[in-house]
């Protein structure tokens, strides 16, 4: 896990789990980055704006879901 994210390292990929709240606050540090494959994990995300929001990346979206049942 990476806590903090500095301008000169590249990854493969970045998954971005954060709060909805949290992701604006995020994205110019994203932008910064030498990472080309941003995806965004989460459920009340907005594709559009996040994708426009990072021109230069390759945007993607995940959506974590849990099961279970009760006993």
């Not at 493969?12 to 992701?23: A, G, H, M, P, S």
């Not at 009340?44 to 990072?54: D, T, Y």
């Amino acid at each position: 896990m990476v806590t903090e994210l500095a301008p000169n390292v590249r990854y493969d990929v970045i998954f971005v789990v954060l709060r909805y709240t949290q992701l604006d606050s995020a994205l110019e540090t994203l932008r910064a980055n030498q990472t080309k494959n941003i995806v965004f994990v989460g459920n009340n995300v907005q594709a559009r704006a996040l994708a426009a929001a990072l021109p230069e990346k390759n945007v993607l979206f995940a959506f974590a879901l849990s099961a279970g049942h009760e006993t």
